[in-house]
Antibody
């Protein structure tokens, strides 16, 4: 069964750091781009970051650029996001998702496998 | 800040047809980029519902269909059922400074 499972969420003070992990199984992890998507309480979905299968291509939403770092370990089938300088507005449920789609430049991709999410709360 | 606009809510009686519009611009849907749709049942993670404008993943009922024209897209649900009550989001790619992948603002479907 294709699945992804997030971990690492918790309560952190403003300005603090947190590292989220996402363990993947059931597919050849290195062949697929992966993303983080977040959802603030009672709000809609917000794309956070994407990393290519090899890890060579990375993109970030403006709201997290310079503070978040996405990475992956293909030998461990695991996706990460290091979150620094956290703010109250980063409070959200963070989802890990696998990307699907047949175009090479990523512009047609969609999120075809989602985890259950891990909660990040930034508060003093 | 979402660049794809959806109505906050739509409703319909069981068996009826409802549509959810997703309005974009020349930097996303209007530029020809594909539109995808997700269903988020209460308290659960989003699930891919429609990909590449009008394709259903395995297991998604054919009551759900998607279309795209110009700078907009639309999700239609025919034969509305109680279990369709959920939040629905459109998603596309945006080539402007506003981001890479963009989601719609989300629409809550209520079955009356």
């Amino acid at each position: 069964e294709v699945q992804v499972l997030e971990s690492g969420g918790g309560l952190v003070q403003p300005g603090g750091s947190l590292r989220l992990s996402c363990a993947a199984s059931g597919f050849t992890f290195s062949q697929y781009a992966m993303s983080w998507v977040r959802q603030a309480p009672g709000k809609g979905l917000e794309w956070v970051s994407t990393i290519s299968g090899s890890g060579s291509d990375i993109s970030y939403a403006h709201s997290v650029r310079g503070r978040f770092t996405i990475s992956r370990d293909n030998s461990r089938n695991t996706l990460f996001v290091q979150m620094n300088s956290l703010r109250a507005e980063d409070t959200a449920l963070y989802y890990c998702a696998k990307l699907g789609g047949s175009c090479s430049d990523g512009r047609c991709w969609y999120l075809d496998v989602w985890g259950q999410g891990t909660t990040v709360t930034v508060s003093s | 800040q979402s660049v794809l606009t959806q109505p906050p809510s739509v409703s319909g009686a069981p068996g009826q047809r409802v549509t959810i519009p997703c309005t974009g611009s020349s930097s996303n849907i209007g530029a020809g980029y594909d539109v995808h749709w997700y269903q988020q049942l209460p308290g659960t993670a989003p699930k891919l519902l429609i990909y590449t404008n009008n394709n259903r993943p395995s297991g998604v009922p054919d009551r759900f269909s998607g279309s795209k024209s110009g700078t907009s897209a639309s999700l239609a649900i025919t034969g509305l059922q109680a279990e369709d009550e959920a939040d629905y989001y459109c998603q596309s790619y945006d080539n402007s400074l506003s981001g890479f992948y963009v989601f719609g603002t989300g629409t809550k479907v209520t079955v009356l």
